[in-house]
Nanobody, 118 residues
Framework: QVQLVESGGGLVQAGGSLRLSCAAS????????MGWFRQAPGKEREFVAT????????YYADSVKGRFTISRDNAKNTVDLQMNSLKPEDTAVYYC???????????WGQGTQVTVSS
């Protein structure tokens, strides 16, 4: 099992940037596919980005493609989400998640709030 703790959320003006970080502990971090998800008030949780176990493959939701970058450091057991050109519609609680192999994302952090003001 893996434990996940997010950090780096906050309040930023539209057009600004934030970097979220997720620290993992427990079993071997490099054995997990990692992802970021978000949930806005009154909406369902949605996929933002995912990165493969080696870091070589990355996928993004269309809504963030070109603005957000996911990266991981297997030596430090961290996965980051660099968010640029933020928009008010990016406001949400952002969650880090981990999945083993082709399994669903089964392990979740507690979330960190990102608020983008217009």
């Amino acid at each position: 099992q893996v434990q996940l703790v997010e950090s780096g959320g906050g309040l930023v003006q539209a057009g600004g940037s934030l970097r979220l970080s997720c620290a993992a502990s427990g079993r071997t971090f490099s054995s997990y596919r990692m992802g970021w998800f978000r949930q806005a008030p009154g909406k369902e949780r949605e996929f933002v980005a995912t990165v493969s176990r080696s870091g070589g493959n990355r996928y993004y939701a269309d809504s963030v493609k070109g603005r957000f970058t996911i990266s991981r450091d297997n030596a430090k057991n961290t996965v980051d989400l660099q968010m640029n050109s933020l928009k008010p519609e990016d406001t949400a609680v952002y969650y880090c998640a981990a999945a083993e192999g082709s399994d669903v994302f089964r392990y979740w952090g507690q979330g960190t709030q990102v608020t983008v003001s217009s």
